[in-house]
């Protein structure tokens, strides 16, 4: 399968600072790719969807403004925790899709925690 | 009610037995399913998808599709205690929504 590579894998970091998160595909071209959240013994939460070369489309109850999502190449999609609080510790997860709508293709996840 | 409701466990299956999964949606649209295993603290990957009513095996993994029920299910044979982990079941129809997830533990 597609490989996706994310990093960082785990940050800490402040309350109020700003911490950025890569997503890349490795060994194909992702022109969508989407951004989970999951918080212990929760189940994943799409956050939105990058489109390269586009706005992201953002689910509803996600702040777009505190959650900035770059897709500037067709292999690398960024999330950027704008101001991080406390409450926005979670797992977070990019993936990308194969050659099957459904058919997922997940990084490794970036454990944030904020102090 | 949930669009993709699974129990969220754990169900406790010993070495060697069958654990059944179920799962079951809401959106009679969805046309794709698939089987998502999560390791404790590891991000998902795919391990089975099923589009069409009826049964799809892939080693010890068989999937079942019953879309007049709206139900999706995984059978996992002979398991093992590596196959200890979260299993998401995932429904594609205008989006792709995620079950909660059900745990399952293999004991030796």
């Known amino acids: 399968g597609a490989v996706v590579s994310q990093h960082p894998s785990w940050v800490i970091c402040k309350s109020g600072t700003s911490v950025k998160i890569e997503c890349r595909s490795l060994?194909?071209?992702?022109?969508?790719m989407f951004w989970y959240r999951q918080f212990p013994k929760q189940s994943l939460m799409l956050m939105a969807t990058s489109n390269e070369g586009s706005k992201a489309t953002y689910e509803q109850g996600v702040e777009k403004d505190k959650f900035l999502i770059n897709h500037a190449s067709l292999t690398l999609s960024t999330l950027t925790v704008t101001s991080a609080h406390p409450e926005d510790s979670s797992f977070y997860i990019c993936s990308a899709t194969g050659t099957v709508a459904g058919e997922l293709f997940f990084g490794e996840g970036s454990r944030l925690t904020v102090l | 009610q949930k669009e993709v409701e699974q129990n969220s466990g754990p169900l406790s299956v010993p070495e060697g037995a069958i654990a059944s999964l179920n799962c079951t949606y809401s959106d009679r649209v969805s046309q794709s399913f698939f089987w998502y295993r999560q390791y404790s603290g590891k991000s998902p990957e795919l391990i089975m998808s099923?589009?069409?009513?009826g049964d799809k095996e892939d080693g010890r993994f068989t999937a079942q599709l019953n879309k007049a029920s709206q139900y999706v299910s995984l059978l996992i044979r002979d398991s093992q205690p590596s196959d200890s982990a979260t299993y998401l079941c995932a429904v594609a129809g205008n989006k792709l929504t995620f079950g909660g997830g059900t745990r399952v533990l293999v004991k030796p």
């Open positions: 099923i589009y069409s009513n």
């Open positions: 060994d194909f071209q992702a022109t969508t």
